[in-house]
């Protein structure tokens, strides 16, 4: 069980430079979400998914785009990368949360700078 | 406008002390409430939950207090130990969309030897 997994590590773009995010599960979880962390500023909901084909935004959504054709994948794209996306990205995935034990897993992130 | 506030922003204790964080939320509509460890270069980590149905949870040396009326919660770090150092998030959400939480901005906690 490789749980959630993340590529690339790090990645540096150039203003203007498009890029994806990749993120995958393999728990068989309904919901997958992507947040960025910045200093001081804690995660914050980009998108989020509650299953195959239904995506909905989050807090800060402008400037990114998601899709998700399987159970396990959750790509995130950047169309044209901006300084102020600088940041590090992570992936989660959970259960529905009916059940008390239910809780998001998350990735260990992508470190994406853009100059 | 800032769903979750959290406060201290670092917090440094002594081996063997107690750490308090505290938390606080708008939206009534929350019943899902985590606390969450991340150290450095991890993804952060689950460390312990509560839904309102109780107003306190214990786990080892962790413990959230839970103030449904006051809309605050808090984890107790008993015993601290320098394995404990590290960025702690609190988190609210609605237990049925766990794709949705909302967190604080963290706190730094250094637990000295």
């Known amino acids: 069980n490789a749980g959630v997994t993340q590529t690339p590590k790090f990645q540096v773009l150039k203003t203007g430079q498009s890029m994806t995010l990749q993120c995958a599960q393999d728990?068989?979880?309904?919901?997958m979400s992507w947040y960025r962390q910045d200093p001081g500023m804690g995660l914050r909901l980009i998108h989020y998914?509650?299953?195959?084909?239904?995506?909905d935004q989050g807090e800060v959504p402008n400037g990114y785009n998601v899709s998700r054709s399987t159970t396990e994948d959750f790509p995130l794209r950047l169309l044209s990368a901006a300084p102020s996306q600088t940041s590090v990205y992570f992936c989660?995935?959970?259960?529905?949360?009916?059940?008390?034990?239910?809780?998001?897993?998350f990735g260990p992130g992508t470190r994406l700078t853009v100059l | 406008q800032q769903q979750v506030k959290q406060s201290p922003q670092s917090l440094i204790v002594q081996k063997g002390g107690i750490s308090i964080i505290n938390c606080a939320y708008e939206?009534?509509?929350?019943?899902?409430f985590p606390w969450y460890q991340q150290f450095p270069g991890k993804g952060p980590a689950l460390l312990i939950a509560?839904?309102?149905?109780?107003s306190e949870k214990k786990e080892g040396r962790f413990t959230i207090s839970f103030n449904k009326s006051a809309k605050q919660f808090s984890l107790h770090i008993m015993d601290s130990q320098p394995g404990d150092s590290a960025t702690y998030f609190c988190?609210?959400?609605?237990?049925?969309?766990?794709?949705?939480?909302?967190f604080g901005r963290g706190t730094q906690l250094t637990v000295w030897p």
């Open positions: 989660a995935s959970s259960y529905s949360g009916t059940s008390a034990s239910d809780t998001q897993y």
């Open positions: 728990m068989n979880h309904e919901y």
């Open positions: 998914s509650v299953g195959a084909g239904i995506t």
């Open positions: 939206n009534t509509a929350f019943d899902y």
């Open positions: 509560i839904r309102p149905d109780v």
């Open positions: 988190a609210a959400g609605r237990g049925s969309t766990l794709g949705r939480l909302y």
